[in-house]
């Protein structure tokens, strides 16, 4: 068995959940890809997968393998691309696939142009885009970079800061004409506030008043799992919405919401790129890092 084979024969099978799936993507039969797995477990001398009747799972030792083996395959893709290139002086478009992933608003609002863009120059990518507000296991998902905002504290992971995310507290010109402006964090817990769920701590919102930290509980008629719906309904005067600034576009400068409390928001929450630790960093991801650190700012998403 060639060790290559072997090596895509599990990175398939790992990301599908089946040998049936990894064969779809290879191109191969199933009895050839379960061929393949074995033998490649056969020369480990270890168990990669646990097999059921319907599904196979990550062993321990397979989960250590798929933190590395996808980065060492796309390495070779592209070492193999700038051989054939002629130069061999890596200044050729980047190519192969890249598995990324990000929360749904900012990955609607941000990411999905950004990959426009940065697809434009490197046309021979191929981008898988899963966007979801649940935590992602870059290493069983087969994730080459996450877009991330907040702390995290997960040890496997490395992290590239890119900037940070701003909160606005807002409102529509109807609602504040029919129930006022608050004037101090405090005066929220008399306010519709609309309860954005994703947030670490969603009926707890932070701000700064007179130099110290202030924590409000809120509360209203509407909780939602999207900072775009709790926008939308602020627009649509169902009440105070704390939103990330990136969501709200020209909504504040079209005068369709009012920022209010100005100055007195609560910290900015960390946007970082997060990657998997004790991997070889293929030069694609390293690029797309390095493009997102300067196209961001000039996005007007921080």
């Known amino acids: 068995m060639d060790l290559l084979d072997g090596l895509n024969a599990f990175v398939a099978t790992a990301r599908s959940g089946s040998f049936t799936g990894a064969a779809e993507r290879l191109g191969l039969s199933n009895r050839l890809t379960s061929k393949y797995v074995a033998e490649l477990e056969a020369r480990l001398g270890v168990r990669l997968f646990q097999r059921t009747t319907r599904r196979v ?3 321990p030792a397979g989960e250590e393998l798929m933190r590395r083996a996808p980065a060492l395959l796309d390495e070779l893709s592209e070492m193999l691309a700038a051989v054939g290139d002629g130069d061999g002086d890596g200044a050729q478009g980047l190519t192969g696939p890249l598995r990324l992933s990000a929360p749904l608003d900012f990955g609607e609002v941000y990411v999905k142009d950004l990959l426009i863009r940065f697809t434009r120059a490197h046309p021979g990518l191929s981008i898988d885009l ?7 296991d870059l290493a ?40 006022g402006a608050p004037q101090r964090p405090e005066d929220l817990g008399g306010h519709d506030c609309i309860v954005d769920t994703n947030r670490r701590r969603p009926s707890h919102w932070a701000f700064r008043h007179a130099g110290r930290p202030v924590e409000v509980a809120v509360s209203g008629g509407f909780s939602v799992n999207s900072a775009h719906v709790a926008r939308d309904l602020a627009m649509a005067g169902r009440g105070v919405a704390y939103c990330p600034r990136f969501v709200l576009g020209r909504a504040i400068e079209d005068g369709r919401l009012v920022r209010l409390l100005e100055g007195q928001e609560g910290p900015a929450h960390p946007l970082s790129a997060a990657y998997l630790e004790g991997r070889t960093l293929p030069r694609k991801v390293r690029a797309l890092i390095d493009f997102a650190r300067v196209d961001i700012r000039s996005a007007g998403v921080l």
Do not use: C, Q, W
Not at 145 to 171: H, P, Q, Y
């Open 130 to 136: 899963r966007l979801s507000d649940s935590y992602t």
């Open 140 to 179: 069983r998902e087969g994730i080459d970079l996450a877009f991330r905002i907040g702390e995290t504290d997960v040890s496997s992971m490395k992290l590239a800061r890119l900037g940070e995310i701003e909160n606005r507290l807002v409102a529509s010109p109807d609602y504040i004409a029919r129930h």
């Open 57 to 59: 799972g990550l062993t």
